[in-house]
């Protein structure tokens, strides 16, 4: 009995027309763009009415003038024309999407799955970009099984990418093409990414394109939380409610709990994030449960391999060198391992903002955290906004499921003694009264933990340790330490009894406040510099010695020599923001006092003009001359005795080549006025005139020889 043949589903990509009003797609003849319904018969009738017009290829179904076959086969299917067949079907009948009053340049092509240009729709969208270069080639995608598939036409290899409605589709491929093909888009159709992007936020009424570029900051980080980072609750951001409504209701997930994964640009369940992150696409990203800034620093293996006594033969790429970045603030919140046996690892921290700074070991990762975050309170607050600082205390705290405010908590407001037992002499009472929670059961007996700064050490160590924190002997008896056990005084104050799990959910988008935005840029700049090898001024008076090249770097290890790096760059950082600091404070005493005086010529364009003219001035001589000439302009006559009136005069004058006494060094092309006055200041006295007249000639001076005097009208009365 012959083997039974596998039925072809033959409409198998149909959609209803509830579904299409949904996705706002509309049947549109792709010759003579007329609206069509939704009844298969009637696209039919609509098709063959062009038949003696146009025909249409079956392997790109692209229309075509009967005039233009042979031109269509030698331009597009040189290599396969014979086995190219032209005929017209319902196929005619594209869906279009509506875009206000015009259409979008998404098109979907909706056919049986027994159609072969379904099987060939990679690289016939490929050839349409390569041939047409227009926005219809770009927006392409097919209908199948209910599912919308796009498939980039520039990018080899890359399959399709199936989504549930037309909205995240377009989102996904918008930000695909404009961050991986934008010149080449920009070249070929200028006016694409203005028209979807306005588009797509008009009919969602939602800004999705900034809601993309949150996506692309994401996305460039590895190891981070698939609840909290990867994914965004959009109900909490604006318009952001009305806009998940309209996803669930285009997806079908209306009663689901569901978060937006800003990877592949779609709704996601709850039920089924974590595998839905196990998808190639995702797990590249190394996502975690854990909703924290702290990233694992893995091994290099070279490093692993020194260490381990192995030798690496770099022959094959010897002038591959390493490139240290330094990123800030990715930099803060990396954590090493230290494995110590089988049984037992330790994590290690180094805050990189302190430069002298050493490396700390901790028993867990959760105690690393606290104390990191405790550091970064007390010493680097002023970096970071209160929103993120307060999630990532919660994040800890839902961690642990403690009720207690871990960020404030100290030995000082609870012992295990009871509220407002502190002894500064009892070393017991400067352990964290809860610290049986926080420690695994294998170490508990050999591991304690400060109250004060969250740090994990052996008892001996630990009593070394809490001299910082006040620690006085009084008796020369060995002070002994309480193995830390389950109490219920400690179950009471640690409270996972009155634990809930609401207020930890996104990621804030604002880590930086202003002076951490403004330390990232000094350190983006020292970096862009110290990797360019731009010379400092140590290296160029210093010739023959260079600080990045010196005998004990060539040898030290990568791991050392970054943190070398690391520590020269934050030194240079600091300095500079010191001088930063103390140059607005000079500026603003300034601009006080300058606010504060009631002079009007001081905030005039001339003064502006002069001071621009000052800044743009290259060399020595120049600013001396441009300050000297702006003290001319601005000197005050009121404030001056009349002898030093009459020097400043005369130097002035023969400066000028000016010579007051002789009336006929005057030219013979002035006016009435300047005879005048040049008349009177030879034929007058110094001596016997009054200093209001002396400055009524040096001011009608200055005005005929264009120089600019302050005027002060209540010195004007006085007489010498």
């Known amino acids: 009995m012959p083997p039974k043949r596998k039925q072809l589903r033959r409409n198998s990509s149909s959609i209803d027309s509830n579904s299409l009003q949904q996705q706002n797609l509309l049947h549109v003849c792709g010759y003579c763009s007329k609206l069509m319904g939704n009844d298969e018969k009637e696209h039919l009738e609509h098709a063959m009415s062009h038949q003696n017009e146009v025909t249409q290829c079956r392997t790109c179904c692209i229309p075509v003038n009967k005039e233009e076959t042979e031109d269509h086969l030698k331009r597009i299917h040189a290599c396969?024309?014979?086995?190219?067949?032209?005929?017209?079907?319902?196929?005619?009948?594209?869906?279009?999407?509506?875009?206000?009053?015009?259409?979008?340049?998404?098109?979907?092509?909706?056919?049986?799955?027994?159609d072969s240009t379904l099987n060939s729709f990679s690289s016939n969208s490929a050839r349409w970009w390569q041939n047409f270069k227009n926005g219809r080639s770009l927006g392409t995608f097919r209908i199948l099984n209910s599912k919308f598939s796009w498939k980039c036409p520039m990018c080899e290899g890359k399959s399709a990418v199936n989504f549930n409605e037309t909205i995240s589709m377009r989102t996904y491929a918008l930000t695909h093409l404009e961050h991986h093909h934008f010149e080449e888009v920009m070249v070929s159709v200028p006016g694409f990414f203005e028209f979807e992007w306005y588009h797509l936020n008009e009919e969602t009424d939602f800004d999705v394109r900034a809601l993309m570029h949150i996506r692309q900051q994401r996305i460039m980080c590895k190891g981070r939380s698939y609840l909290t980072f990867y994914t965004i609750n959009l109900s909490k951001m604006e318009n952001g409610e009305n806009f998940l409504t309209k996803l669930k209701k285009r997806s079908g997930m209306e009663k689901e709990e569901v978060r937006y994964c800003l990877v592949c640009c779609c709704l996601v369940s709850s039920e089924t994030i974590k595998q839905h992150f196990r998808l190639s696409s995702h797990s590249c990203l190394d996502p975690i449960a854990s909703s924290s800034s702290f990233t694992h620093v893995q091994p290099d293996p070279k490093e692993v391999a020194n260490e381990a006594g192995e030798n690496v033969n770099n022959a094959e790429n010897p002038e591959e060198e390493e490139v240290y970045t330094f990123e800030f603030p990715k930099e803060l919140f990396l954590y090493s391992n230290v494995f110590k046996n089988l049984r037992k690892d330790e994590f290690k921290w180094r805050c990189c903002l302190c430069p002298r700074a050493h490396a700390h070991i901790f028993?867990?990762?959760?105690?690393?955290?606290?104390?990191?975050?405790?550091?970064?309170?007390?010493?680097?607050?002023?970096?970071?906004?209160?929103?993120?600082?307060?999630?990532?205390?919660?994040?800890?705290?839902?961690e642990i499921r403690a009720s207690f405010d871990i960020r404030t908590f100290t030995p000082l407001q609870y012992t295990i003694k009871g509220e407002s037992t502190f002894n500064a002499t009892d070393p017991n009472d400067y352990t964290l009264p809860q610290q049986y929670f926080f420690i695994p059961k294998d170490f508990i007996n050999e591991t304690v933990i400060c109250g004060f700064c969250y740090r994990s050490f052996n008892k001996i160590d630990f009593l070394l340790h809490i001299v910082l924190h006040g620690f006085r002997v009084v008796t020369r008896e060995t002070a002994k330490l309480r193995p830390a056990s389950y109490t219920e005084t400690a179950n009471e104050l640690m409270g996972q009894n009155n634990y809930s799990d609401g207020g930890l959910d996104d990621e804030p988008h604002n880590i930086l406040s202003v002076d951490g935005k403004r330390l990232k840029s000094k350190m983006d700049l020292l970096a862009k510099r110290s990797y360019l090898n731009v010379p400092r001024f140590s290296e160029v008076t210093t010739p023959g010695k260079s600080e990045r090249d010196t005998d004990g770097e060539i040898y030290t290890p990568s791991g050392r020599r970054s943190a070398m790096n690391a520590r020269k760059l934050l030194t240079e950082t600091f300095k500079v923001l010191q001088d930063n600091f103390r140059n607005r404070k000079d500026t603003w005493n300034e601009s006080s006092c300058s606010s504060s005086s009631s002079s009007d010529e001081s905030n005039s364009e001339d003064d502006r003009f002069e001071r621009n003219l000052l800044l743009e001035a290259t060399t020595k001589d120049e600013r001396r001359e441009r300050s000297k000439s702006t003290e001319l302009k601005v000197k005050d006559l009121s404030k001056m005795r009349p002898a030093e009136v009459r020097e400043w005069v005369k130097r002035e004058a023969e400066k000028r080549g000016v010579d007051w006494k002789d009336q006929s060094s005057s030219s013979e092309g002035e006016d009435m006025e300047s005879e005048t006055t040049t008349e009177r200041i030879a034929g007058n006295n110094w001596n016997n005139m009054r200093l209001k007249d002396i400055k009524e000639l040096v001011r009608t001076a200055a005005k005929r020889k264009k120089i600019d005097i302050s005027n002060d009208s209540s010195s004007d009365s006085d007489d010498c």
């Open 80 to 114: 396969n024309y014979r086995h190219i067949k032209f005929s017209i079907d319902n196929s005619l009948i594209e869906l279009r999407i509506a875009a206000g009053k015009s259409y979008s340049n998404f098109w979907g092509i909706r056919l049986s799955s027994t």
């Open 363 to 398: 028993t867990t990762q959760l105690i690393m955290r606290m104390y990191a975050l405790r550091h970064i309170d007390q010493h680097h607050k002023y970096l970071f906004t209160e929103e993120f600082m307060n999630y990532e205390w919660l994040s800890a705290k839902h």
